[in-house]
Antibody
C-alpha cells in the first residue's frame, strides 16, 4: 500500500534552515509528481510546492519562493524540502502528497511533520 | 494566490443532506475542472474525497458528490452519518502549475 512518511521537523530560530524529508513506498515513486502542503496550527491547508516525476520541473507558492526548495532522489524514493531563511509564519505541519492520476489532485498524504519557527 | 472561500461551518442531522460551497474566481475554480475535496479528521492527514469536480476515488462512499457552477464548487454529503463530522477542504488548480486551497469548513452532525 502507498506510504508516505515525513521526517525532519523540529524547533528552529527565525532566519535559520531546516531540511524535511518524505520517504515513499508502495508505489513506483519515479512515476509520480509530488507536492508539499502545509497547515499552520488551527488553520487551513496551504499548497507549498510541486515537483515533476523526474524532478525536472518545480513550482512554488509565492509565499515561499526563493526560500524553500523541493528536490527528489528517485533512486532512494525520497522527496526533500530545503527550508532557508525561515520565518515565524512558516510554522506549520508539513505534508508530502502524491499527485493523483488525474494530474491535479492529491491522492495520498503522509502524516506530516511539525516545523516550529520561534526565537 | 488568494485562498478559496468556504463557509466556516455547516450542520445537518443524521440521514439528511448537507451542501458546502467553495468560491473562487475565473482564474481557479471557474477556469478549470480540477476542483478536489479533502476530508481531514483532527490530527490526521487529509483524505481525497472528490477530484476533477465530481469524480470519486475508489473506496469513497457514493454519499459524497461534487459539482460546480461558474466560480463556485460544491460538496454534497447525503445520508449524513456521525463519522462525517469533521473538516472539509476544497482545492483548485490555479494555472501555471499552482494550486489553491479553501479555508476549510467544519461539518457538525447534530
Amino acid at each position: 500500500q502507498v506510504q508516505l512518511v515525513e521526517s525532519g521537523g523540529g524547533v528552529v530560530q527565525p532566519g535559520r534552515s531546516l531540511r524535511l524529508s518524505c520517504a515513499a513506498s508502495g508505489f513506483t515513486f519515479s512515476s509520480y509528481g509530488m507536492h508539499w502542503v502545509r497547515q499552520a496550527p488551527g488553520k487551513g491547508l496551504e499548497w507549498v510546492a510541486v515537483t515533476w516525476y523526474d524532478g525536472s520541473i518545480k513550482y512554488y507558492a509565492d509565499s515561499v519562493k526563493g526560500r524553500l526548495s523541493v528536490s527528489r532522489d528517485n533512486s532512494r524514493n525520497t522527496l526533500d524540502l530545503q527550508m532557508n531563511s525561515l520565518r515565524v509564519e512558516d510554522t506549520a505541519v508539513y505534508y508530502c502528497a502524491r499527485v493523483g492520476d488525474d494530474g491535479y489532485s492529491f491522492d495520498y498524504w503522509g502524516q506530516g511533520t511539525l516545523v516550529t519557527v520561534s526565537s | 494566490q488568494s485562498a478559496l472561500t468556504q463557509p466556516r461551518s455547516v450542520s445537518g442531522s443524521p440521514g439528511q443532506s448537507v451542501t458546502m460551497s467553495c468560491t473562487g474566481t475565473s482564474s481557479d475554480v471557474g477556469g478549470y475542472n480540477y476542483v478536489s475535496w479533502y476530508q481531514q479528521h483532527p490530527g490526521k492527514a487529509p483524505k481525497l474525497m472528490i477530484y476533477d469536480v465530481s469524480k470519486r476515488p475508489s473506496g469513497v462512499p457514493d454519499r459524497f458528490s461534487g459539482s460546480k457552477s461558474g466560480n463556485t464548487a460544491s460538496l454534497t454529503i447525503s445520508g449524513l452519518q456521525a463519522e462525517d463530522e469533521t473538516d472539509y477542504y476544497c482545492c483548485s488548480y490555479a494555472g501555471s502549475y499552482t494550486w489553491v486551497f479553501g479555508g476549510g469548513t467544519k461539518l457538525t452532525v447534530l
